[in-house]
């Protein structure tokens, strides 16, 4: 049973957006301030990445942890109702980004993978201190 009424979870729900998330702010504004210059959800691209880094021929996909099924995270929790739909629905999502990734890749395109929980407080240094080294390396 969920806790919410369906006119709700309608609500809640339809404020989830696809681009223009906030971890994907954080990695712009960084990557933008380090001399990094990229374009976002490029069209011709498979998937339509998050960011385009094309002088390095590298896309950068920001993965909310909930959506891609991030293993072993606590951002990922299968929701109570309705849970054969969300597993089949996020196996979905995984085979999808696998997919396009591979794609991606044999393209040519070198392809980066950040997840959520990983741009919060404690890690977010971290994390984009190893992505601009791994971007500095591509170059």
Known sequence: MDVF???KRSE???????KNTKPE????KFLFAKGFRYRIHQKGLPGQPDIVLKKYRTVILIHGCFWHGHENCK????????TLWWIDKISRNKLKDETKANELKNLGWKVLV????ALKQKLAKETLSKLHKELLEVS
């Open 25 to 28: 702010l954080i990695v712009r």
């Open 114 to 117: 950040v997840w959520e929980c």
């Open 12 to 18: 809640v729900m339809s404020r989830i957006r696809g």
């Open 75 to 82: 951002l990922f929790v299968i929701p109570k109702t309705r």
């Open 5 to 7: 009424t369906q006119e």
